[in-house]
Nanobody, 124 residues
Framework: QVQLVESGGGLVQAGDSLRLSCAAS????????MGWFRQAPAKEREFVAA????????SYSDTVKGRFTISRDNAKNTVFLQMNSLKLEDTAVYYC?????????????????WGQGTQVTVSS
């Protein structure tokens, strides 16, 4: 069983930056794809970014491409989401996820483990 714990969320102003972290409980997470998703109030959860096991490939949603960067440190069992130029519409609960299929997946169904989420609120 893998546990994922997100941190780094908070209240920021539009244009600011935040870095989210996701710490995993097992060393084997270094073998798998990691992803970030988010869910805004009254909306469905949506894909944000994903990274393959070795960081060799990444994928981003069009809404965050060029502003967000996903990275990982397998030695620390941690994945990061650097968020720059934050906008009001980035306000959401952000979830970290792990996919054991080792695909660069953008859909929820291909991820097997999920964190509890961290709130990001962007104000004007």
């Amino acid at each position: 069983q893998v546990q994922l714990v997100e941190s780094g969320g908070g209240l920021v102003q539009a244009g600011d930056s935040l870095r989210l972290s996701c710490a995993a409980s097992a060393r084997t997470v270094g073998m798998y794809t990691m992803g970030w998703f988010r869910q805004a109030p009254a909306k469905e959860r949506e894909f944000v970014a994903a990274i393959t096991w070795n960081g060799g490939s990444t994928s981003y949603s069009d809404t965050v491409k060029g502003r967000f960067t996903i990275s990982r440190d397998n030695a620390k069992n941690t994945v990061f989401l650097q968020m720059n130029s934050l906008k009001l519409e980035d306000t959401a609960v952000y979830y970290c996820a792990l996919g054991t299929r080792r695909l660069l997946a953008t859909t929820e169904g291909l991820y097997d483990y999920w964190g509890q989420g961290t709130q990001v609120t962007v104000s004007s």
